[in-house]
């Protein structure tokens, strides 16, 4: 009888353990955006133009990645009607550069406009420093995306705009599981790295399961993969 009695809760408790894990799958599978390649970019080689935003967008989120990475990202939303839309930038500890470029584009393109949107700044710690080993990588990764979850939770845009470099990942990751979750329908749109010519960069790579589009620069990644958007420099 006892033994029977173990087996019966062992079963239960192995269904109430499984049906759980079997619908976050199937929801991963639905959402997952390299289980289902768009017609668009079957039937249009080289994709859609960067500058035709989702319809509908109101909110954006725009990732500095300091150095080079902010310099493209500057380069590149200058291209982009954002001044009716509101505006989060988000940008690593101790990153000042990035922090007043961004100020300086809202006090001098985007001033106009301030009356109809709103404009946030966020900080989160970077994953990865200059320099550091990939292994002490993954423990500053892992707190970047604490943090981060954190300070992301109230903030969930329409679009996502990445380009780099490693501390993009949490947050492209964080959103995604919003997403899982059904917390939020962010669109994640990732633009990989004028530099990398002939293969993806670690983020890039990383990203690319979970990005809505993907971006490359270079035909030679065009070629590569079949989910990679590309219409020439975009800087």
Known sequence: MVLVNLETYFCTLVVLISIPILVLLLRIIHTLPSLHLPPSIRTQPHGKPLSQLPDGSR??????????????MIKMISKLSLARLDRTWIISNGDSSS?????FIES?????????TNVMYKRIPRAR?????????????VYSFAV?????????????????PGTCVPIAYIYFVYKVLGLSSTRIIYIESLAR????????????????????????????????????ILI
């Open 148 to 164: 981060s979850s954190i300070t992301l939770l109230f903030n969930r845009p329409d679009i996502l705009l990445l380009n780099g």
């Open 99 to 103: 922090l007043q470029q961004a100020k």
């Open 197 to 232: 010519v002939d293969k993806l960069s670690l983020s890039g790579r990383l990203i690319l399961p979970i990005a809505d589009r993907f971006i490359v620069q270079w035909d030679q990644l065009y070629q590569q993969y079949n989910r990679a958007e590309y219409y020439g």
């Open 59 to 72: 909110r954006i989120a725009i990732f500095l990645g300091s150095g080079g990475h902010t310099g493209e």
């Open 108 to 116: 001098q393109v985007y001033r106009a406009h301030q009356g109809g």
């Open 129 to 141: 420093n200059v320099g550091q080993s990939y292994f002490k990588s993954v423990f500053t990764t």
